[in-house]
């Protein structure tokens, strides 16, 4: 028992001393390689905590060797400014004021609903909230905010070209009201690559290659 009280301490000391090292982006947003080391770090800790039959001081040079290693590509981070691009990723414009960029979602395994969610998260309830948005290369989200915002919680109703049901059940949309609204503007459900409506009938629609617009459809849910 007081052995591994013993090794368990070591290891926590180690890990505390290599973590405040490494600086506060460590218990802050982490870049990819971070992310990475952390995840490391906690694997081969956990080894000679578990184990006692494994020797203590492997669990101390592996720990220490992820420190090092971790010290080198900062070095090469700060040397050679083309690494960081490599190494951590580039930021990646989603929004622009034309609409949502469907190539930069796709390059980042995003879906319009993955991009409302963050938007969401960050304080941006409709998709023309902002006129730029962005995924930092950490994976948090920014953007540049319009003066003005629409106080109102749009339902997202087709995400790059499939209808939601329980949406627009809640909107009080029919599959035929749907179909109608998109005809008139000469579009199909397949190629829309979002649309949102809120409790007034306001609708966000881009249609895919295409910036948005604002249009209007009648609602009969509530929420």
Not at 52 to 80: C, E, K
Request: a neutral charge; charged letters at 20%; glycine letters at 8%.
């Amino acid at each position: 028992m007081a052995l591994i009280f013993i090794r368990t301490a070591v290891i926590f000391v180690t890990l505390l001393l290599c973590m405040r090292l490494m600086g506060k982006s460590q218990i802050g947003e982490m870049q990819p390689f971070e992310f990475v080391i952390t995840m490391l770090i906690a694997e081969l800790a956990c080894i000679p905590m578990a184990d006692s039959s494994i020797p203590l001081m492997y669990g101390v040079i592996s720990v220490v060797t992820i420190f090092i290693l971790h010290q080198l590509v900062w070095l090469l981070d700060a040397l050679f400014k083309p690494m960081k691009a490599v190494i951590c990723g580039r930021p990646a414009l989603v929004i622009t004021r034309e609409g949502i960029d469907a190539v930069q979602l796709k390059k980042n395994n995003l879906e319009v609903s993955d991009l409302v969610e963050s938007m969401r998260a960050a304080g941006y309830f409709n998709l023309d909230d902002v006129y730029y948005g962005l995924y930092e290369s950490n994976g948090s989200f920014s953007a540049l905010a319009k003066e003005e915002r629409t106080a109102s919680l749009p339902l997202l109703i087709i995400d790059s070209g499939k209808a939601d049901g329980d949406n627009m059940a809640k909107a009080g949309i029919t599959r035929g009201q749907l179909k109608q609204f998109l005809a008139e503007r000469g579009m199909r459900e397949s190629g829309v690559l979002a649309m949102t409506a809120d409790g007034g009938g306001r609708v966000y629609l881009q249609k895919r290659g295409r910036p948005y617009t604002i249009e209007h459809i009648e609602v009969k849910g509530q929420w």
